[in-house]
C-alpha cells in the first residue's frame, strides 16, 4: 500500500467514523413503550408485529432496564398514546445519564401512579360506593379520587370556611432566626386539640377523620387516634408541625367523613368498610365513569449523590397523573410530602413540556440539584401539594403555569426553591393557597412573572415570597388580586423576609394588594421604580428592617398611604404619591406619623411561682413563665432593628428572676467577652434601698461568655456593689441562634419587701453585637440604666391585710341635671381621682375624676375622661375596643339573691347593662329601661353621667348603707384600662374593689 493510499484510505475511514457518530448523535437508540405492549418484546419498535412476535414494551421499567444494557450513549424511550398505569415507582439513577423519556404530548399520552377502581354501585339515594380489592395484601387507603382525569373534592365539615377550637398555646414564636418557640412543644400539647360544643360529636368515625388544624403561614392534615367525647377532646394521630392554638390562630376542619358529604361531587373513603363513596355530579354515569384512584406517591424517582449525580436526564411532553399523599404534616409550604417525580442530585437534569395533574402532593420535588437543570413549559394543576420545589446553582424555571394547588394541604407553595444564580422567568401562578412563590439564594433573579389570586387560605405570605435571600433582583414582575382571607400577619406582593440582604425590588407592579411590599428582618434591601396602585390604603411595611432605600416608585392610592416603620428608611428620593383628582405629589419627604416620646415609665407585672426556676442559662419547658418583656427599643425609644428579643421577670416572693433571650440573625458574626458596647452582653439595672431609706440603682451585667459584674454606674458604692454581687447568681448559655442571660437577685437584697411595695423600678437592656445595638425594655432617652422613664415591675404581693378604700357618696337635696356635664356646685363632696391600673399599680397617664351623689330614688355619678387634643374619643359602643366607662356595685335581684350590676356607658352617648358579672340576661334588659344616661364629648375629652333606681338595684336608699362598688374606664387614646381601685382582674371584681358609702349632708348643691 503507497502513503498516498494510506492516507487516502485514512482520511475516508475517518470521515465515515465522523458521519457514523454524528448519525448516532442524531438518531439515537429508542424503545417504544404502550398500553398495547408485551414486556417480551423488543421494545424497539412503535408498531406490534402482524405476527404478534414483536413490538413495544408494556412497561416504563421494562424500557429503562433495556435502555441501560446500552449505557454509553444517548438515547430515548417514547410513551406511546395512551393511558399508562404504572404499579411500582420507576426508580432512575445514575446509570441513565443522556436519558430521554418522552411522550407523544400533553394530553395524548397519560402516565398514571394508580388504578382504576370500578365495580360501582348504589348506596342510598345519592351516594355510589365500590369495595376495594388489598393493595399488596394490604388495605387500599388512598386520600385523592379522580373522575374522568379531574380531581374530585373531598368530603369535608364545615362545608366552608372552618371551626373555631378551644386549645391555646401561649408562648411567644421567637422569630425563624430565634429558633421558633420561645419553648419546645409538648408531645401533648402537638397532638392534642379541644373542640367547641356542637361542632363534632360521638358520630365521628376516627378511622376515616382527618383534621386540619391551621396555623398563621401553614398547616397541618393529620389523622385521628382518640376521640374524647365527654371533654371534646381529639387525640391527633401525629404530631403537628405548631401545636393548636399557637400564634392565636384555633381554626380546624375535618375531611373523609360522610357528615361531610353535603355536595355532589364530593367523595369520602370508608376505611371501616374497605370502600369508597362518591356522589355523583348530576351530569355522571359511574356506570361508565372512569374513576382512578392512587397506589403510589411518588410516580419517577430519580436519585444519585453529590459524587455521582444523574447527568442529562430529560422527562418531557407528557401527562402525569394520580399520586398520593402522606397522612402527615406537610410543613412550611408542604415541604415535608414528596413530588410526583422526586430527584435528587442531577446534573443537567430538563424536565419540559410535561402536564402534572392530580397529584396528592406536590408535583415536582427536585433538591441538592446540580449545574445546568431546568424545568420549564411544564403546566402543573389540581395538585393536593405544591407546584414544585427545585433548588441547585444555575437553575433555570422558566415559561411554567401552575394553578389550583393545595388542594390537601392549605400550606402549599406554587413554586418554592433556591439556588445560586438561579433564573426564574416567565412563570404564570394564580389560585394557591399560600405564597405563590418562595425563593431563597444568592444572586438569584426573578423576572417577568404573572400571578394572581394567590394567599386564599393563610397569612404572612406574598406573592413573591424570599427568605435568607443574598443579592436576589425581583423585576419586571406584575402581581393583582390578592385579598386577606380572615385575620392574620397579613399579606404582601413582594416580600422580603428574614435575612435577606442586599436584594433589590425594581421595576414590578402590583394590582388591588393593600401590601404591595414588607420586608421583615432585612438589611440592606433597595425598592426602585415600581409601580403600586391601590383603590384604598396602602403600606409599605418594613418592621425590623435597616438601611432600606425607596427611590424613584409610583404608589397610586386611593386612600391613606402608610410606611410602618419609617425609621428603617435610610435613603427616600423620587417618590410619586398618585391620589385620585389629585395633583401627583413628588413626595422627597417620607411619610411619617409624629413621634411621641414617652416620658412615664413602662410597667409590667411579676408573675409569683411556686418552684423558682434554675438559673443555668437554659429554658427548659414550663421552667419560666408564658407571659414576659418585650425588648423592642433603642435608647432614643426607636424601633429596634433585627431579630425580636424578649425577656421574662417571676418572683416566689422571696427573689426576683429574670432571664433574656438575644437572637442573632447572623450568630457568626457574634461577639464573646466582657467588654460592654463590643461584645454580646445583658444588663439588669434595678433600683434598691440603703439602710437609710434612700434609692441606689443597681447594674447588673451577664455576658454571653459567663462574665458577671456589678457595677457603681448609677451611684451605688463599691462595696454596696460588691455586697450584692454575692448574692446574686447569673448564668449564660449559648446555642446556635440564641443565647440566653438568668439572674436570681434576692429582694432583701435591694430592701424591697412585695408585701408592702407594689412596684420595683426596673429595666433590662441587650447589647446585640451583630448590628451593634443597645436594644431595651423601656427606652431610657439616656443611659441605658437611668430609671426615670424605664420600667416598674408591679408584684401584686399580699393584699389582704391593706385596707379598702372607702368613698362617701352624699346626699343631694336637689338630683344632679342629667346633661353628661358637671355645673359649678352640682355636684356634692370630693371627687373621686381614677388613678390605678386594673392589677393595682399607679396609672402612667392622666387619670380620671369622678362624682358620686345619691337621693331618695337614685345613685347619680359623674365621670371626667381627659384626652388629648389630637386624639378624639370614639363614638362606638364595643366595650374595650370603643372609649368607655363602666358603674359596678352590689345589689340585690327581685328575689333578695345579691348579684353585680355592671353599667357600661359609652363616649357616644349609648349605654348598656352587662351580663358578664353574673346578672340574669332579662334582668338587666329590664334595669336598662329605668337607667339614665348621658355622655358629651369635648375638646379636653368626654364626660358621662348616669342615674341609678336604687329601689331597682336592691339598695336600701338610707344614710349608713355601705356597698362594694368600683368605677372603670377604656381610653382608646392610651389603650389604657383605668379603675378607682384595681381588683387584679376585671372592674367588677368587687371582692377586691372599694366600698362606697351613703352619707347624709346638710349641704345642699
Not at 38 to 50: L, N, Q
Not at 150 to 170: I, Q, S
Request: charged residues 25%; proline residues 6%.
Amino acid at each position: 500500500m503507497t502513503g498516498r493510499t494510506w492516507w487516502t484510505r485514512g482520511i475516508w475511514a475517518a470521515g465515515l467514523l465522523t458521519a457514523t457518530a454524528a448519525w448516532c448523535e442524531e438518531k439515537p437508540m429508542t424503545w417504544y413503550v404502550s398500553p398495547d405492549g408485551r414486556d417480551a418484546w423488543s421494545g424497539r419498535v412503535a408498531e406490534i408485529a402482524a405476527d404478534k412476535t414483536d413490538g413495544p414494551f408494556a412497561t416504563i421499567a421494562a424500557a429503562v432496564e433495556a435502555s441501560r444494557r446500552q449505557a454509553a450513549a444517548p438515547r430515548t424511550i417514547m410513551l406511546l398514546p395512551g393511558r399508562h398505569f404504572v404499579d411500582a415507582t420507576i426508580e432512575l439513577d445514575p446509570r441513565d445519564q443522556d436519558l430521554t423519556l418522552e411522550g407523544a404530548g400533553p394530553g395524548k399520552t397519560t402516565v398514571y401512579g394508580g388504578r382504576r377502581v370500578e365495580g360501582w354501585q348504589r348506596d342510598g339515594e345519592k351516594f355510589w360506593a365500590a369495595a376495594l380489592p388489598k393493595d399488596n395484601g394490604k388495605d387500599w387507603l388512598f386520600r385523592l379520587l379522580v373522575i374522568d382525569d379531574a380531581v374530585r373534592p373531598r368530603a369535608r365539615l364545615p362545608a366552608e370556611g372552618h371551626f373555631e377550637h378551644e386549645t391555646k398555646f401561649p408562648v411567644r414564636w421567637m422569630s425563624t432566626a430565634g429558633g421558633g418557640w420561645e419553648r419546645k412543644p409538648t408531645p401533648q400539647e402537638l397532638t392534642t386539640l379541644q373542640y367547641r360544643q356542637g361542632d363534632l360529636g360521638e358520630w365521628l368515625s376516627v378511622k376515616n377523620a382527618e383534621v386540619t388544624v391551621y396555623h398563621m403561614w401553614d398547616e397541618s392534615t393529620v389523622g385521628v387516634a382518640a376521640h374524647d367525647v365527654a371533654t371534646r377532646t381529639l387525640t391527633l394521630a401525629s404530631p403537628c408541625g405548631h401545636p393548636p392554638g399557637g400564634f392565636g390562630v384555633q381554626r380546624y376542619a375535618v375531611w373523609n367523613v360522610r357528615e361531610g358529604m353535603t355536595q355532589p361531587g364530593q367523595w369520602y373513603l370508608d376505611r371501616d368498610a374497605g370502600r369508597v363513596v362518591y356522589r355523583p355530579r348530576p351530569d355522571e354515569d359511574m356506570t361508565k365513569a372512569f374513576a382512578v384512584a392512587p397506589r403510589l406517591q411518588v410516580l419517577f424517582r430519580i436519585k444519585g449523590d453529590a459524587k455521582k449525580p444523574v447527568v442529562n436526564l430529560t422527562l418531557r411532553r407528557m401527562t402525569l397523573s394520580t399520586t398520593d399523599a402522606p397522612l402527615t404534616s406537610a410543613g412550611f409550604g408542604g415541604c415535608a410530602w414528596p413530588g410526583l417525580i422526586s430527584a435528587s442530585s442531577g446534573r443537567g437534569l430538563r424536565l419540559a413540556e410535561l402536564e402534572i395533574a392530580n397529584a396528592g402532593a406536590y408535583a415536582i420535588q427536585a433538591g441538592g440539584l446540580q449545574d445546568d437543570c431546568a424545568v420549564v413549559d411544564c403546566h402543573l394543576h389540581h395538585l393536593g401539594g405544591g407546584g414544585m420545589r427545585v433548588s441547585g446553582p444555575k437553575l433555570r424555571v422558566e415559561g411554567n403555569r401552575i394553578h389550583d394547588i393545595g388542594l390537601l394541604c392549605a400550606s402549599a407553595i406554587g413554586l418554592m426553591g433556591g439556588g445560586e444564580k438561579a433564573v426564574v422567568r416567565r412563570n404564570v401562578l394564580h389560585d394557591t393557597p399560600y405564597s405563590g412563590m418562595c425563593f431563597g439564594g444568592t444572586d438569584v433573579v426573578i423576572e417577568e412573572n404573572l400571578i394572581y389570586r394567590c394567599m386564599q387560605q393563610l397569612h404572612d405570605g406574598a406573592a413573591i415570597y424570599m427568605g435568607d435571600a443574598v443579592r436576589t433582583i425581583i423585576r419586571r414582575n406584575v402581581v393583582r388580586d390578592i385579598q386577606e382571607h380572615g385575620k392574620g400577619y397579613g399579606l404582601s406582593s413582594y416580600y422580603l423576609d428574614e435575612k435577606c440582604r442586599d436584594c433589590m425590588v425594581e421595576g414590578n407592579v402590583s394590582i388591588n394588594v393593600k401590601m404591595p411590599t414588607q420586608n421583615h428582618m432585612t438589611l440592606n434591601c433597595t425598592l426602585r421604580n415600581n409601580l403600586f396602585i391601590a383603590a384604598d390604603d396602602m403600606v409599605l411595611s418594613v418592621p425590623r428592617s435597616a438601611n432600606y432605600h425607596v427611590l424613584g416608585n409610583t404608589f397610586h392610592v386611593g386612600g391613606k398611604f402608610t410606611v410602618n416603620d419609617p425609621d428603617a428608611v435610610v435613603e427616600w428620593k423620587d417618590n410619586l404619591i398618585v391620589r385620585p383628582g389629585v395633583e401627583p405629589e413628588l413626595a422627597d419627604a417620607l411619610p411619617e406619623a409624629e413621634r411621641k416620646l414617652r416620658q412615664t415609665p413602662v410597667r409590667r407585672n411579676v408573675t409569683r411561682v411556686e418552684k423558682p426556676p434554675r438559673i443555668d442559662g437554659r429554658m427548659d419547658t414550663d421552667e419560666w413563665p408564658a407571659d414576659g418583656l418585650d425588648l423592642g427599643q433603642n435608647p432614643d425609644q426607636r424601633r429596634a432593628r433585627g431579630a425580636p428579643l424578649t425577656a421574662r421577670a417571676c418572683t416566689d416572693g422571696q427573689a426576683l428572676f429574670v432571664t433574656a433571650a438575644v437572637v442573632s440573625m447572623f450568630p457568626e458574626a457574634r461577639k464573646l467577652g466582657a467588654t460592654w458596647g463590643q461584645d454580646e452582653g445583658a444588663e439588669l439595672a434595678l433600683e434598691g434601698r440603703r439602710g437609710d431609706g434612700t434609692a441606689v440603682t443597681y447594674v447588673l451585667r451577664g455576658f454571653a461568655d459567663g462574665t458577671f459584674k456589678s457595677l457603681t454606674l448609677g451611684g451605688a458604692t463599691e462595696d454596696e456593689a460588691a455586697a450584692l454581687a454575692k448574692a446574686v447568681t447569673c448564668a449564660a448559655g449559648v446555642e446556635k441562634t440564641i443565647w440566653r442571660c438568668e439572674w436570681a437577685v434576692p429582694l432583701a437584697a435591694l430592701r424591697f419587701d412585695p408585701g408592702q411595695q407594689d412596684l420595683l423600678p426596673c429595666n433590662l437592656t441587650v447589647f446585640r453585637s451583630e448590628d451593634a445595638q443597645y436594644i431595651q425594655w423601656a427606652g431610657t432617652l439616656g443611659e441605658t440604666w437611668d430609671l426615670t422613664r424605664g420600667g416598674r415591675l408591679a408584684f401584686k404581693g399580699d393584699r389582704s391585710n391593706r385596707a379598702k378604700p372607702t368613698a362617701q357618696a352624699l346626699r343631694t337635696a336637689a338630683a344632679p341635671t342629667l346633661d353628661g356635664t358637671a355645673a359649678a356646685g352640682e355636684w356634692p363632696g370630693e371627687p373621686l381621682r381614677l388613678a390605678q391600673t386594673p392589677d393595682g399599680g399607679p396609672l402612667a397617664g392622666t387619670p380620671c375624676a369622678a362624682h358620686v351623689a345619691w337621693d331618695a330614688q337614685a345613685l347619680y355619678v359623674h365621670l371626667a375622661v381627659p384626652f388629648g387634643a389630637a386624639t378624639p374619643p370614639t363614638r362606638g359602643q364595643t366595650w374595650g375596643q370603643d372609649d368607655g366607662a363602666e358603674v359596678c356595685l352590689r345589689g340585690k335581684l327581685a328575689d333578695g339573691k345579691p348579684t353585680t350590676w355592671v353599667v357600661h356607658g359609652f363616649a357616644g352617648g349609648q349605654f348598656e347593662v352587662s351580663t358578664e358579672a353574673g346578672t340574669p340576661a332579662d334582668t338587666a334588659q329590664a334595669l336598662g329601661k329605668d337607667i339614665g344616661f348621658k355622655a358629651t364629648v369635648g375638646g379636653a375629652g368626654w364626660e358621662a353621667e348616669w342615674r341609678l333606681p336604687l329601689t331597682a338595684l336592691g339598695i336600701e336608699p338610707k344614710p349608713g348603707t355601705a356597698l362594694p362598688f368600683n368605677l372603670g374606664v377604656f381610653r382608646t387614646e392610651d389603650g389604657q384600662w383605668i379603675n378607682w381601685v384595681g381588683t387584679s382582674g376585671p372592674t367588677w371584681n368587687l371582692d377586691n374593689a372599694g366600698t362606697l358609702s351613703l352619707a347624709d349632708t346638710a349641704k345642699a348643691p
